[in-house]
Nanobody, 113 residues
Framework: VQLVESGGGSVQPGDSLKLSCATSGFIFSSQTMLWYRQAPGKEREFVARSVGLYGIFGYADSVKGRFTVSRDNAKNILYLQMRDLAPEDTGVYYC???????WGQGTQVTVSS
């Protein structure tokens, strides 16, 4: 299982970013995929879920209405569209296969004015 996150950066409050997670080593289309984030000095926290076969999505309350998770099952890529970013969204963002205990290297998102 390999997971490679990308798309992070430094932005201002109110800006948008779209993260990507390129995957390999498993049958992507059938797996539930997760986004997590870890802010400096804090525990890693759940952000969003995409259930592979059923098109079901779930979000943490803190991002609901601002973040959208999607996936391209033909390209084995998971996305996280983030809108109206706020300083509290700052952190390293990781994708994860729910069934496997493997993490990518993460991608840094910094929101500041």
């Amino acid at each position: 299982v390999q997971l490679v996150e990308s798309g992070g950066g430094s932005v201002q409050p109110g800006d948008s970013l779209k993260l990507s997670c390129a995957t390999s080593g498993f049958i992507f289309s059938s797996q539930t995929m997760l986004w997590y984030r870890q802010a400096p000095g804090k525990e890693r926290e759940f952000v969003a879920r995409s259930v592979g076969l059923y098109g079901i999505f779930g979000y943490a309350d803190s991002v609901k209405g601002r973040f959208t998770v999607s996936r391209d099952n033909a390209k084995n890529i998971l996305y996280l569209q983030m809108r109206d970013l706020a300083p509290e969204d700052t952190g390293v963002y990781y994708c994860k296969v729910e069934a496997f205990d493997t993490w990518g290297q993460g991608t840094q998102v910094t929101v500041s004015s």
